[in-house]
């Protein structure tokens, strides 16, 4: 253990190795992010069972549990975190318009678990909204 510490933390004195860097170092990045990410919007129960050609869909986390200073003040999401099964064949995403003026937002997927072209349709438009 020592020398794997030395190698990837550059010390040989485990006392002085923060845990969070050795958590990072040994399980990666990708997972820690993942972790706080969940813990973050509030996603910490398991994830329900979903029969085969089950049609599911979820929203997970309300919009409401982002700090005010990362809320975009004319534009939002009613929702954070959606699952939905493959049997589904789509999901409704809400999009407000907090002003009630008319404007216009772009909006576009990005690829993470899900794959444009693979597991999805990929998006990317602008939505206008009417005064109102």
Request: glycine share 6%; aromatic share 6%; charged share 30%.
């Amino acid at each position: 253990m020592k020398e794997y510490v030395k190698k990837t933390m550059g010390t040989d004195q485990i006392d002085k190795v923060q845990l969070a860097d050795l958590k990072t170092a040994i399980e990666g990045e990708g997972l820690i992010k993942r972790i706080q990410y969940r813990k973050q919007v509030g996603i910490q129960q398991k994830k329900q069972v979903v029969a085969k050609h089950e049609i599911y869909k979820a929203e997970h986390v309300s919009a409401d549990a982002l700090d005010e200073k990362d809320k975009n003040a004319n534009f939002g999401f009613r929702c954070l975190h959606y699952s939905v099964s493959e049997s589904s064949k789509f999901i409704e995403i809400h999009v407000l318009n907090k002003t009630k003026r008319a404007g216009s937002v772009k909006v576009m997927t990005i690829d993470k678990e899900a794959v444009a072209g693979e597991d999805y349709h990929a998006v990317d438009t602008v939505l206008v909204f009417n005064e109102g």
